[in-house]
Protein backbone atom coordinates (compact mmCIF):
# COMPACT_ATOMS: atom_id res chain seq x y z
CA UNK A 1 0.00 0.00 0.00
CA UNK A 2 1.88 3.40 -1.24
CA UNK A 3 2.10 5.90 1.68
CA UNK A 4 0.17 9.12 2.29
CA UNK A 5 1.03 12.34 -0.08
CA UNK A 6 3.78 14.21 2.28
CA UNK A 7 2.75 17.54 1.18
CA UNK A 8 0.25 19.84 2.81
CA UNK A 9 -3.23 20.45 1.32
CA UNK A 10 -5.58 23.66 1.06
CA UNK A 11 -8.70 23.94 -0.26
CA UNK A 12 -9.48 25.47 -3.23
CA UNK A 13 -13.32 26.22 -4.38
CA UNK A 14 -13.56 27.87 -7.70
CA UNK A 15 -16.47 28.99 -9.64
CA UNK A 16 -16.35 28.83 -12.97
CA UNK A 17 -17.82 28.56 -16.73
CA UNK A 18 -16.54 26.13 -19.44
CA UNK A 19 -16.72 28.88 -22.06
CA UNK A 20 -14.59 31.66 -20.07
CA UNK A 21 -10.68 31.69 -21.24
CA UNK A 22 -9.59 34.11 -18.19
CA UNK A 23 -10.81 30.35 -16.07
CA UNK A 24 -8.57 28.01 -17.42
CA UNK A 25 -5.43 30.59 -17.63
CA UNK A 26 -5.94 31.02 -13.88
CA UNK A 27 -6.46 27.60 -13.27
CA UNK A 28 -2.93 27.05 -15.11
CA UNK A 29 -1.57 29.53 -13.26
CA UNK A 30 -2.87 28.27 -9.71
CA UNK A 31 -1.36 25.22 -10.91
CA UNK A 32 1.95 26.47 -11.48
CA UNK A 33 1.71 27.66 -7.94
CA UNK A 34 0.81 24.76 -6.77
CA UNK A 35 3.90 23.08 -8.06
CA UNK A 36 6.06 25.97 -6.54
CA UNK A 37 5.02 25.93 -3.50
CA UNK A 38 4.50 21.92 -2.94
CA UNK A 39 1.49 22.13 -2.27
CA UNK A 40 -1.64 19.65 -2.92
CA UNK A 41 -5.38 21.53 -3.70
CA UNK A 42 -8.66 19.73 -2.93
CA UNK A 43 -10.13 21.58 -6.11
CA UNK A 44 -13.61 21.82 -6.44
CA UNK A 45 -15.25 23.37 -9.03
CA UNK A 46 -19.13 25.57 -9.12
CA UNK A 47 -20.96 26.13 -11.86
CA UNK A 48 -21.45 29.65 -13.08
CA UNK A 49 -22.90 30.62 -16.47
CA UNK A 50 -21.51 34.02 -18.88
CA UNK A 51 -24.48 33.48 -20.66
CA UNK A 52 -27.44 32.02 -19.26
CA UNK A 53 -30.08 33.44 -21.97
CA UNK A 54 -27.82 32.32 -24.65
CA UNK A 55 -30.06 30.42 -26.66
CA UNK A 56 -29.22 26.88 -28.43
CA UNK A 57 -28.17 28.56 -31.74
CA UNK A 58 -25.16 30.10 -30.05
CA UNK A 59 -23.78 33.00 -31.18
CA UNK A 60 -20.23 34.25 -33.70
CA UNK A 61 -18.01 35.00 -30.38
CA UNK A 62 -16.74 38.55 -32.18
CA UNK A 63 -20.10 39.41 -32.62
CA UNK A 64 -21.17 38.31 -28.75
CA UNK A 65 -17.49 40.34 -27.64
CA UNK A 66 -18.70 43.67 -29.62
CA UNK A 67 -22.16 43.76 -28.17
CA UNK A 68 -21.07 42.57 -24.31
CA UNK A 69 -18.36 44.83 -23.81
CA UNK A 70 -18.53 47.32 -26.88
CA UNK A 71 -14.78 46.18 -27.95
CA UNK A 72 -13.94 46.96 -31.46
CA UNK A 73 -13.07 43.91 -33.97
CA UNK A 74 -9.18 45.03 -33.38
CA UNK A 75 -9.32 45.55 -30.05
CA UNK A 76 -11.42 41.66 -29.68
CA UNK A 77 -8.77 40.53 -32.34
CA UNK A 78 -5.99 41.71 -29.78
CA UNK A 79 -7.25 40.39 -26.87
CA UNK A 80 -7.83 36.67 -28.19
CA UNK A 81 -3.77 37.36 -29.34
CA UNK A 82 -3.11 37.87 -26.04
CA UNK A 83 -4.76 35.12 -24.64
CA UNK A 84 -3.22 32.64 -27.19
CA UNK A 85 0.00 33.90 -26.35
CA UNK A 86 -1.17 33.30 -22.37
CA UNK A 87 -2.07 29.91 -22.82
CA UNK A 88 0.84 28.54 -24.57
CA UNK A 89 3.35 29.97 -21.80
CA UNK A 90 0.93 28.02 -19.95
CA UNK A 91 0.82 24.87 -21.87
CA UNK A 92 -2.53 25.32 -22.86
CA UNK A 93 -3.42 26.36 -26.67
CA UNK A 94 -6.13 28.39 -28.07
CA UNK A 95 -6.91 28.09 -31.35
CA UNK A 96 -9.44 30.89 -31.99
CA UNK A 97 -10.71 31.29 -35.06
CA UNK A 98 -13.25 34.21 -37.20
CA UNK A 99 -15.57 31.47 -36.98
CA UNK A 100 -15.78 30.86 -32.83
CA UNK A 101 -18.94 30.43 -31.09
CA UNK A 102 -19.86 30.91 -27.74
CA UNK A 103 -22.53 29.12 -26.39
CA UNK A 104 -24.88 27.91 -23.67
CA UNK A 105 -23.25 25.74 -20.90
CA UNK A 106 -26.46 24.90 -18.61
CA UNK A 107 -25.83 21.20 -19.47
CA UNK A 108 -21.90 21.40 -19.30
CA UNK A 109 -22.61 22.48 -16.04
CA UNK A 110 -24.84 19.70 -15.31
CA UNK A 111 -22.68 16.96 -15.96
CA UNK A 112 -19.93 18.41 -14.16
CA UNK A 113 -22.35 18.45 -11.22
CA UNK A 114 -23.05 14.58 -12.08
CA UNK A 115 -19.45 13.86 -12.45
CA UNK A 116 -18.60 15.24 -8.97
CA UNK A 117 -20.57 11.83 -7.30
CA UNK A 118 -18.12 10.30 -9.65
CA UNK A 119 -14.82 11.65 -7.83
CA UNK A 120 -13.75 12.83 -11.89
CA UNK A 121 -15.53 16.40 -11.50
CA UNK A 122 -11.83 17.86 -12.21
CA UNK A 123 -10.53 15.67 -15.28
CA UNK A 124 -14.21 16.71 -17.16
CA UNK A 125 -13.99 19.89 -16.02
CA UNK A 126 -10.64 19.97 -18.14
CA UNK A 127 -11.84 17.90 -20.67
CA UNK A 128 -14.33 20.30 -21.50
CA UNK A 129 -11.78 23.50 -21.35
CA UNK A 130 -9.61 21.52 -24.14
CA UNK A 131 -13.36 20.56 -26.24
CA UNK A 132 -14.30 24.36 -26.09
CA UNK A 133 -10.56 26.20 -26.73
CA UNK A 134 -8.59 24.07 -28.10
CA UNK A 135 -10.89 21.71 -30.56
CA UNK A 136 -13.01 24.68 -31.29
CA UNK A 137 -16.08 22.26 -30.26
CA UNK A 138 -19.37 23.08 -28.98
CA UNK A 139 -19.94 21.91 -25.87
CA UNK A 140 -23.86 22.57 -25.92
CA UNK A 141 -23.93 19.61 -27.84
CA UNK A 142 -24.79 16.48 -26.83
CA UNK A 143 -22.09 14.12 -28.36
CA UNK A 144 -19.46 16.61 -28.15
CA UNK A 145 -20.24 16.39 -24.39
CA UNK A 146 -20.24 13.34 -24.32
CA UNK A 147 -16.94 12.63 -25.97
CA UNK A 148 -15.33 14.85 -23.10
CA UNK A 149 -17.17 12.19 -20.23
CA UNK A 150 -15.27 9.66 -22.28
CA UNK A 151 -11.80 11.78 -22.04
CA UNK A 152 -12.65 12.29 -18.30
CA UNK A 153 -12.51 8.49 -17.82
CA UNK A 154 -16.57 8.43 -17.50
CA UNK A 155 -19.73 6.26 -18.60
CA UNK A 156 -21.24 8.12 -21.43
CA UNK A 157 -24.42 5.57 -21.01
CA UNK A 158 -24.57 6.87 -17.49
CA UNK A 159 -23.99 10.21 -18.39
CA UNK A 160 -26.42 10.91 -20.69
CA UNK A 161 -29.17 8.90 -18.91
CA UNK A 162 -27.98 11.72 -15.97
CA UNK A 163 -28.40 14.47 -18.59
CA UNK A 164 -31.60 13.52 -19.76
CA UNK A 165 -33.49 12.99 -16.15
CA UNK A 166 -32.75 16.48 -15.47
CA UNK A 167 -31.87 15.24 -12.24
CA UNK A 168 -28.47 17.90 -11.90
CA UNK A 169 -30.68 21.00 -13.03
CA UNK A 170 -31.77 22.04 -9.87
CA UNK A 171 -28.55 21.27 -8.01
CA UNK A 172 -26.69 23.47 -10.42
CA UNK A 173 -29.20 26.34 -10.17
CA UNK A 174 -29.09 26.49 -6.42
CA UNK A 175 -25.26 26.35 -6.35
CA UNK A 176 -25.06 29.41 -8.78
CA UNK A 177 -27.33 31.30 -6.43
CA UNK A 178 -25.48 30.12 -3.20
CA UNK A 179 -22.25 31.85 -5.07
CA UNK A 180 -23.98 34.75 -6.67
CA UNK A 181 -25.63 35.62 -3.51
CA UNK A 182 -22.33 35.75 -2.21
CA UNK A 183 -21.39 38.54 -4.40
CA UNK A 184 -20.25 36.72 -7.07
CA UNK A 185 -20.26 38.29 -10.24
CA UNK A 186 -17.35 36.97 -12.38
CA UNK A 187 -15.02 34.37 -13.02
CA UNK A 188 -12.88 32.71 -12.06
CA UNK A 189 -13.69 33.71 -8.45
CA UNK A 190 -11.34 31.44 -6.16
CA UNK A 191 -12.04 31.09 -2.27
CA UNK A 192 -9.07 29.97 -0.42
CA UNK A 193 -9.54 27.84 3.03
CA UNK A 194 -12.98 29.41 2.54
CA UNK A 195 -12.05 32.57 3.87
CA UNK A 196 -9.72 33.78 1.13
CA UNK A 197 -11.65 35.14 -2.46
CA UNK A 198 -9.07 36.33 -5.50
CA UNK A 199 -11.21 36.87 -8.76
CA UNK A 200 -9.48 36.79 -12.05
CA UNK A 201 -6.72 35.32 -12.92
CA UNK A 202 -4.28 36.48 -10.85
CA UNK A 203 -1.40 34.76 -11.96
CA UNK A 204 1.07 32.44 -10.20
CA UNK A 205 2.77 34.28 -7.74
CA UNK A 206 -0.29 36.30 -6.27
CA UNK A 207 -1.82 32.61 -6.03
CA UNK A 208 1.40 31.16 -4.20
CA UNK A 209 1.66 33.91 -1.97
CA UNK A 210 -2.19 33.00 -0.76
CA UNK A 211 -1.02 29.54 -0.70
CA UNK A 212 1.43 30.25 1.89
CA UNK A 213 -0.78 32.43 4.13
CA UNK A 214 -3.02 29.41 4.10
CA UNK A 215 -0.16 27.01 4.91
CA UNK A 216 1.35 29.84 7.91
CA UNK A 217 -2.10 29.80 9.27
CA UNK A 218 -2.20 25.77 9.33
CA UNK A 219 0.91 25.39 10.82
Known amino acids: MPSPDPRPTVQIDVVSDVVCPWCI ?4 QLDAALKQENVLARLRWHPFELNPSMGPEGQNLREHIAEKYGLTPEQSHQAR ?8 ELGFTFNFTDDSRIVNTFAAHQLLDWAE ?8 KLALFDAYFTRQQDVSDVDVLLGAVETAGLDT ?4 AALESGAHAQPVREKQRFW ?4 ISGVPSMVFEGKYLLTG ?11 QRCLAEAA
Open 25 to 28: VGFH
Open 81 to 88: ERLTALGA
Open 117 to 124: TKGRQHPL
Open 157 to 160: VAAR
Open 180 to 183: TSRG
Open 201 to 211: AQGADTYAQVL
